[in-house]
């Protein structure tokens, strides 16, 4: 496994800082435990009664289900540690727990639905829009491209090759449209908006800005939909999340230019307004570029960070439905803040020149990777392919600012 091997490298094996109480996102009563409702159910409760029904010898922790796992491990310095042992269980968690619950996510240009599981964990579903071998269309605005589900499924794993981590887990999931969205939902704007196409498909297509109408209808096969299940981060109720507009922000007009586009020395304004002027937040943005140029994603207008962190913590790559439209197209705007500010972490610049060498092959890391989920194959090959020669010249770009 050349992943394996990926993960036994030095380089991602750099040790974070010590994780104190207060770098924790939240402290967790060590005495509070869940157990099962009953013997027959899969429902959790959270009970001081717990003790008398737990094996011996079980932590508190040990009886958490995978998503409060995930929410009670994430700190200041990552969303999750490299060698997760939680991560196997819970994206299985996400393909395969039963969906007690599927209602429409508010807001946003597309449809999405948040789905519910017994154990109280809830998913982020975005259903499949087009085929893997489908290009987004040469005369698309960025604005104007689909949110594919492969790509929100593509995008974890890349994140978690380049060591960032901080994209939540995805997994992909065959849904069956009929038993577990349409009969089970409570949305009553949502269930309206079913319907049987010509054909004798379930379809349906919700309310939203853009592409909620009878001819952007998501259809299964008769009923049964591809879609991928993001793990939801902590409710804002309990963990506040801060929502930064990206200085490098594209105009998102068919005519007007952003400022950066304009202006060649944009970066120096940029490095003296809060919060770039200080700390790593300008570097960290630099790596989330990267990202996004590897997978083609031009739709990157604001991120998130964690409040209790302040300025000093990670940033959130959220929604990245976007990326992977082209193949073969290299979007070089979007390494504008990389080429403008001519910086890059050490860290990141190492790996970066690690994943270009023969024995840790970008391309082939990410196939394997998405070997394992269950709608594999995830991308068409020339996707993959488009890795490699993108990375090329991310490390190029890197080449001329240092001989600057």
């Given at each position: 496994s050349k992943l394996a091997a990926l993960f036994e490298h030095?380089?991602?094996?750099?040790p974070i800082p010590e994780v104190t109480e207060k770098d924790k996102l939240f402290v967790v009563n060590p005495m509070e435990k869940f157990s099962l409702r009953s013997s027959g159910s899969d429902e959790w409760v959270s009970s001081s009664k717990a003790e008398t029904l737990l094996p011996t010898g079980k932590t508190a922790y040990d009886t958490y289900p995978s998503w409060l796992k995930f929410h009670v491990g994430i700190n200041r310095y990552e969303l999750y540690p490299r060698r997760d042992p939680l991560?196997?269980?819970l994206l299985r968690d996400l393909a395969t727990q039963r969906i007690v619950s599927s209602v429409q996510k508010s807001g946003g240009t597309q449809l999405k639905l948040i789905m519910t599981f017994p154990n109280y964990?809830?998913?982020l579903f975005k259903p499949m829009k087009q085929t893997r071998d489908q290009e987004t269309p040469i005369d698309f605005f960025y604005f104007s491209d689909f949110e594919r589900h492969n790509a929100e499924i593509a995008a974890f794993h890349l994140d978690r090759i380049l060591d960032f981590r901080r994209i939540p887990p995805v997994s992909g999931r065959l849904v069956n449209i009929t038993k577990e969205i349409r009969d089970i939902t409570t949305d009553k704007k949502l269930a309206k908006t079913f319907f049987i196409s010509p054909v004798g498909n379930v379809?349906?297509?919700g309310e939203c800005s853009y592409y909620c109408s009878t001819e952007h209808a998501v259809c299964g096969k008769p009923d049964q939909l591809?879609?991928?299940?993001?793990?939801l981060l902590p409710d804002k109720t309990l963990a506040k999340r801060r929502s930064w507009r990206s200085p490098w922000r594209r105009s998102y007009h068919k005519s007007k230019k952003a400022e950066w586009e304009l202006n060649p020395n944009y970066c120096a304004r940029v490095r003296e307004t809060p919060p770039y002027n200080r700390g790593h937040r300008l570097l960290d943005l630099i790596d989330m570029t990267i990202l996004d140029f590897l997978m083609g994603n031009m739709d990157r207008?604001?991120?998130e960070t964690f409040e209790k962190f302040g300025?000093?913590?990670f940033l959130l790559h959220l929604d990245n439905g976007r990326g992977f439209g082209t193949h073969s197209r290299d979007e070089l705007s979007i390494l504008a803040p990389l080429q403008q500010c001519c910086s890059i972490k050490k860290s990141t610049y190492?790996?970066?020149?690690?994943?270009?060498?023969e024995p840790y092959r970008l391309s082939d890391l990410l196939r394997e990777a998405l070997a394992a989920d269950p709608l594999a194959p995830i991308l068409a090959e020339p996707h993959l392919q488009a890795l490699d020669r993108r990375l090329g010249k991310v490390l190029v770009a890197v080449g001329h600012c240092l001989a600057r």
């Open positions: 030095p380089l991602y094996n750099i991560l196997p269980t964990g809830q998913a379809c349906f297509y591809e879609g991928s299940m993001a793990a207008h604001h991120y300025n000093d913590t190492l790996r970066l020149q690690l994943l270009a060498t």
